[in-house]
Structure formats: C-alpha cells, structure tokens
C-alpha cells in the first residue's frame, strides 16, 4: 500500500475513535494511594431508565456507562467517576440496579440488591414511572408510593445500616412538556406512548388537558415531599438532595433526540452536578 495511503488511513481511524469516544470506558484512574477517610468501597444506584441511561447512547435502550450515578464512561463525571479519585479502591464495584420502566414497587428488590453488593454508598432516584401511566387515574397513590420507598429504605438499614444513601428528588416533568410541547420533534416523539399521563396530546388547550397535566405536576410534588420526609424517617445516614435534581432548569438540549424525555450524555452529566453536593463526599 503506498505511503501516503496508509497515512490516510491512520487519519482515518483516529477520527472515528474520536467520534466513538463515548462509547468507551473512562480513562484510567489513580490506582495507588491510601482512600480518603469516609469513602466508600463499594456503591450501588436503585432507580428506573434515568439512572440507567436509557436513550444517551443514540438508541433507546440502557446505557449504564453514562449513567449520572455509576456511569464510568468518558463524558460523564458521575458519582463513580468522583468517587474513585478518592478511593482507587472503589475500581469495579460500582452497580447499577436501575430498570427501565420500573416504579417505586421494585426498589425493595433492588435494594436487596445493594445489601448483597456490601454497597456503602447507594443512590435512589425513583418515581417518574409512578406518574408516566397511560392516564392520570393510574398514577400510584401517595402513600402507596411512600410506603415503597419506606419499605426499600428499610431493606437498606437491615441489611446496610452504616451506608450513605441519596435520595434524590424528581425531576420536573411538567418542565419538559413546558419547553417541548411547541417542538414539533418532541411531539411527534411523545405521540409513541412517552409518559402519556403528562405528554399525550401534548400541543391541547383543552380544560381536561391542562387539568390532566397540573395533576401530574401536582403528583411530582407530592411524591417529592414524601421523598424528603421518608429519607429523614431513615436517620443521619441518609441525605435529601434538597430538591436540586427537581430545579434542574432541564431543555431540549439536554435530554436525547429519539424519545425527547430521557437525559442524553450532557443531561446525565447535569444530573451529576446537580447531586454531588447532597451527597456530602466534599
């Protein structure tokens, strides 16, 4: 092959690894060092497609690496990634437990899930799915959404009694369809069944639309104060993100460009940001 091929070639493939770049793992973390006191060795995410990435590696599927929890991928600076500078010893013992579409009823198994992983530091971010049901009627009820994450919350004191636990706020949905609704791609996105308590028919001014969507805003809230008050119910080992995640100002920038709803890379690094301070690690 002539010279000037194979250096074109060379040209070529350096540019397609940096155009995949997000698809690899992070470069490597410092190995040596002793950890810093109070970090964990070993952590664990409970939650839905949020945290598991779904929808931020150009397909709609779960995309874990960039999770804003335990994503150890190259774009963004999860609670791993941050963690691991403090802690070398936390390589590879990061796991994610999140489930697309799941609602507060599962987190009690996946929290079982973390006690079997000896996590010391979990986060928990749940209850979209409670709300996104095909019809305002369906959403779960207050107190059964509160009693699941009492009952997951349990599940990690039992088992885990001295590990850190997040609990992280909803994000605005009614946000979303805010900034969304006048978008002709979102909308046409949303009409395949996204989050049809909030986002169905999603351009109406009809009284029964808007009333539908104030409920689901109305329901967010609530399932936020109740977040809030079932992490003071579980004791000093557990931190309230203080309503940051839900004041995420979140745009059609930051979520992905097939489904319109799910934090893309720079959403998830959003929701890093926005959470690291609750977690109390600085």
């Known amino acids: 092959m002539p010279r000037r091929w194979v250096a074109a070639v060379a040209c070529l493939a350096a540019l397609v690894a940096l155009a995949c770049e997000d698809g690899g793992s992070a470069q490597p973390r410092p190995t040596g060092g002793s950890p810093v006191p109070g970090t964990p060795a070993a952590m664990a995410a409970l939650g839905d497609s949020i945290t598991a990435g779904f929808g931020s590696c150009l397909m ?14 190259l774009r963004v600076d999860s609670h791993y990634q941050r963690l691991l500078d403090r802690n070398p010893k936390l390589r590879g013992k990061a796991y994610n437990h999140a489930v697309p579409g799941a609602r507060a009823a599962a987190l009690a198994g996946q929290a079982e899930a973390a006690v079997r992983d000896r996590a010391d ?4 971010l749940i209850g979209a799915n409670d709300v996104c049901r095909d019809d305002v009627d369906a959403m779960t009820p207050v107190a059964t959404f509160r009693g699941e994450v009492d009952r997951a919350l349990k599940v990690l004191r039992k088992g885990r009694p001295k590990a850190r636990v997040l609990v992280v706020s909803i994000p605005d949905l009614y946000r979303l369809w805010e900034v969304g609704h006048t978008d002709s791609r979102a909308v046409r996105a949303w009409r395949h069944g996204i989050c049809p308590a909030l986002l169905a028919d999603a351009t109406s001014t009809a009284p029964d639309d808007v009333a ?20 003071r119910a ?13 004041r995420v100002r979140f745009t059609l920038d930051l979520v ?16 890093a940001d926005a959470t690291w301070r609750a977690a109390g690690f600085d």
Do not use: M
């Open 234 to 246: 579980h004791g000093s080992r557990c931190r309230y993100d203080g309503g940051a995640v839900h």
């Open 60 to 73: 709609l599927s779960s995309c874990e690496r960039n999770s804003w929890s335990t994503g150890d991928g």
């Open 256 to 271: 992905n460009a097939l489904d319109w709803f799910h934090p893309n890379v720079a959403g998830q690094g959003r929701l």
């Open 212 to 231: 539908r969507r104030a409920r689901v805003r109305d329901r967010i809230d609530a399932y936020n104060t109740q977040l809030k008050a079932a992490c």
């Open 121 to 124: 530091y979990v986060t928990v």
